[in-house]
Nanobody
Framework: EVQLVESGGGPVQAGGSLRLSCTAS????????MGWYRQRPDFECELVSA???????YYPDSVKGRFTVSLDNVKNTMYLQMNNLKPEDTAVYYC??????????????WGQGTQVTVSS
């Protein structure tokens, strides 16, 4: 059974930091295209970080310079370091393997999500 388990969310004040974790079982991150996504109230699912198996990373302008994705291959865990958080970052954050917002529920795998709430 392929599983993704997320943790690290919670309440934080604007300007603060959080580190989200996503631990995988049933596969390894280093040969899988991975991504962090978020679902904000009244917004569609959106990509916040991509970590492809070829080593390339991608960040949209909304988080570039503030969010950083990384891997710990020993722990088989992917992290999202979130700095200088803003109220508009409030969302449920998900990690996903071999999937995206369009293919969610049809292919690949998603975690259960972790809530991040940023107060001003």
């Amino acid at each position: 059974e392929v599983q993704l388990v997320e943790s690290g969310g919670g309440p934080v004040q604007a300007g603060g930091s959080l580190r989200l974790s996503c631990t995988a079982s049933g596969f390894t991150f280093d040969n899988t295209d991975m991504g962090w996504y978020r679902q904000r109230p009244d917004f569609e699912c959106e990509l916040v970080s991509a970590l492809e198996k070829d080593g390339n990373t991608y960040y949209p302008d909304s988080v570039k310079g503030r969010f950083t994705v990384s891997l710990d291959n020993v722990k088989n865990t992917m992290y999202l370091q979130m700095n200088n958080l803003k109220p508009e970052d409030t969302a449920v954050y998900y990690c996903a393997a071999d999937s995206d917002c369009i293919t969610r529920g049809h292919s690949g795998h998603w975690g259960q999500g972790t809530q991040v709430t940023v107060s001003s």
